[in-house]
Each structure stands twice: as C-alpha cells, then as structure tokens.
C-alpha cells in the first residue's frame, strides 16, 4: 500500500522552529518530485516548497523561501521540512505529496499524506 505519513508538527511560539518529517512506504521517494504544501482553515491549499527530482533545485513562494528549507534522506524514504523563524501566518495543515515534476498546480501531485498541524502562538 502506497503510503505518506507526516509527523513532527506542534504548537510553537513566534520566532521558532520545527522540522516536519513525512515517510514513505511501499514506494520510493527517489527520483520523484516532492512537494510540501500547507492548508489554513478557510484558505486555499498552497505550495510552500518542493525539491525536483534530482535535488538540484528547490522552488517555493518568497514567504517561505530563507526560513524554511527542503531536503530528503532516501536512505530513509523521507522527506523533511525545516522551518525557521515561524510566524502565526505559518499556522496550518502541512502535507506532504509527490509528482513528477514541482508542478505550481499541487492538482497534478499523485500522492498525499493525511496532515500534521502546525500551530504558531504565544
């Protein structure tokens, strides 16, 4: 059974830090495209960052890119996000996901994890 789990997230103040791991099973992540994206309620799913196939580039929107940071470890089938410098803005659902390519439409990703929730607070 194909699967993606995310784990790590919490409840952080402003100004800290957490890294987001999501674990694959029954498939391997390399030499997929892989997606984190994140979800607040009444809002728009949007991208916050993906790496592209071969780990050459990381694409993202500016208000992530410099305080979060994407990488992989195939040895372990997973995926990690590193956020820095978290801000209430950053409070959501994060998922993980895979594609071919970073595709801008988070639409043409195949697979998806069930969430972990990330909370930014004082």
């Known amino acids: 059974q194909l699967q993606l789990v995310e784990s790590g997230g919490g409840l952080v103040q402003p100004g800290g830090s957490l890294r987001l791991s999501c674990a694959a099973s029954g498939f391997t992540l390399d030499g997929y495209a892989l997606g984190w994206f994140r979800q607040a309620p009444g809002k728009e799913r949007e991208g916050v960052l993906c790496?592209?196939?071969?780990?050459?580039?990381?694409y993202g929107p500016l208000s992530t890119k410099g305080r979060f940071t994407i990488s992989r470890d195939n040895a372990k089938n997973t995926v990690y996000l590193q956020m820095n410098g978290l801000k209430p803005e950053d409070t959501a659902v994060y998922y993980c996901?895979?594609?071919?390519?970073?595709?801008?439409?988070?639409?043409?990703?195949?697979?998806w994890g069930q969430g972990t929730q990330v909370t930014v607070s004082s």
């Open positions: 790496i592209n196939r071969d780990d050459s580039d990381t």
């Open positions: 996901a895979v594609a071919e390519y970073c595709y801008s439409d988070y639409n043409r990703f195949n697979y």
